[in-house]
Structure formats: C-alpha cells, structure tokens
C-alpha cells in the first residue's frame, strides 16, 4: 500500500492572511509542518499543495516538495483531491493541516494504520476530551463512535447531550471524544467525495465531513492520545511559543 501525504496551504485566510509564511521560531510555519509530516515512516511522498506562488517560491527555498493548485477549491479536500488526479499510483491520501506546526509524525503513522484494513474508506483521529472548555466549545468538534470504531456523527455541539445532569457532571459521567482534524482517503473515495453537492447537515454544522456520512461513507476512527495545536488567529502564536520554546 503506497502513501501520500498532502498538505493543503492557502495565503488567503480570513483571520490571518499569509500565515503558512509565518515565522515560528526561526522557521516558516509551512516548512515546519513540512518537516514534522516528513518524519512519518509510512508515507512514500509528502507533497505541499498551495494556489499561491509566494508560497510555491518559500518551499523551494527549503527544498520541500510542492505542487499549485487552483485558486477555485472550497477546502482542503478538495485540493488534495487535485493532487492526486495529477499524481498517479498512491492508493490512499492522508490531508494534514498546514496550521498544525508541530503536529506529532505518530498522529499520521496512527491514522495510516486504519488503511491496514481493506474495508476503511475514510480515516481520522480522536482523543478524550478532558476539560470543559473543550467540552462546551463550539469551535471544538466533537464525535460519537459505534461499534467497530466507526464515527456516527460530528457535531459543534456537545454529544451525546446528558440528561437531567448539571453541565459541570458531565466529564465524570460519560465519555466524549473531540475530532482531531487529519483525514485519510483511500484515493478513489477521495475523488469520489468531492464531487458530491453540498448536503444539508454540512450547511448546518459547517463540518464537510458530515456530507460523506450522509451519503453513505463510513468514517473510521483511531484514539491518539496527542493533542494539537493549530494557529488560526495571529494571537495562537503566543500559546505555540508557550507550549514549545
């Protein structure tokens, strides 16, 4: 079974425009994402997937490997999805974000081994929830599981909903997991996927992974017990520069 790893990286961002080029540190954020999804063992290639030639320009300086995209894709899948229309003979993709700059290479070894399994259409992470905060944040996603590891759904609102318990019980009487954002696709499902119209409990939720469920595909999940932290907003930088220096 032959890997790829893809990283998605837009200079247009609403909340924080040209963040990929970031300094972190003394790196860019994008080459430190780029070296962090490079010690993963299982992956044949990574490859950053970008519609921006500042961008295109930055990773060759750093000798990464890239590849421009359209400027028309709504998400990351999507321009993963582009990616391998353009790169044959890799049978399943792993789409990891490009704001994740210290994301751990044992989080995608984790979410590469779900493919091990030939019926997993569709892969991606989990971890306990552990504090209220992200318990009742709805910035947070959270997940429920069924039998066989496999998600049943995803919600900006906090699941299962508890009842007849005060909110501060909550932690202490149920399990709830929050969705650690990295997916894989087998390479056909992902072409598959996002060429499906938008579905109503996506416009809902603003979760596109809630179109793939509705149309059928079956989510599989794996518990990492890592955490990440992404950099929507300029002030994240001050808890990366906390966390990690």
């Not at 049978?91 to 590469?112: M, S």
């Not at 595909?217 to 001050?238: C, G, H, M, Q, W």
Request: glycine fraction near 6%; include cysteine; proline fraction near 4%.
């Amino acid at each position: 079974m032959k890997i790829i790893g893809i990283i998605p990286a837009r200079y247009a961002s609403s909340r924080f425009p040209g963040k990929p080029l970031v300094d972190i540190g003394g790196k860019s954020m994008i080459q430190r994402v780029y070296e962090q999804v490079k010690g993963c063992s299982r992956l044949a290639e990574v490859v950053i997937a970008t519609d921006d030639q500042r961008i295109e320009e930055h990773v060759r300086s750093f000798a990464g490997n890239v590849l421009m995209t359209s400027t028309a894709h709504e998400s990351g899948t999507d321009r993963c999805a582009e990616v391998i229309s353009k790169i044959n003979g890799f049978d399943v993709a792993i789409n990891i974000q490009g704001d994740e700059p210290f994301i751990n290479p044992l989080q995608i070894e984790l979410l590469c081994s779900l493919f091990d399994d030939p019926t997993t259409d569709i892969g991606t992470l989990i971890k306990q929830i552990d504090n209220e905060e992200d318990l009742f944040q709805e910035n947070t996603p959270k997940v429920i599981i069924g039998n066989g590891q496999q998600a049943l759904y995803f919600s900006r609102q906090t699941i299962p909903f508890l009842r007849g318990l005060p909110r501060h019980e909550w932690l202490s009487k149920h399990i709830f997991y929050k969705h650690i954002g990295v997916y894989g696709y087998r390479t056909e499902v992902l072409k598959a996927i996002t060429k499906l119209p938008l579905s109503t409990l996506e416009k809902a939720e603003a979760l596109e992974q809630l179109r793939w469920l509705e149309n059928g595909y079956r989510i599989k999940v794996a518990e990492t017990a890592f955490d990440t932290i992404s950099v929507d907003r300029p002030e994240d930088l001050e808890t990366i520069k906390r966390t990690f220096f």
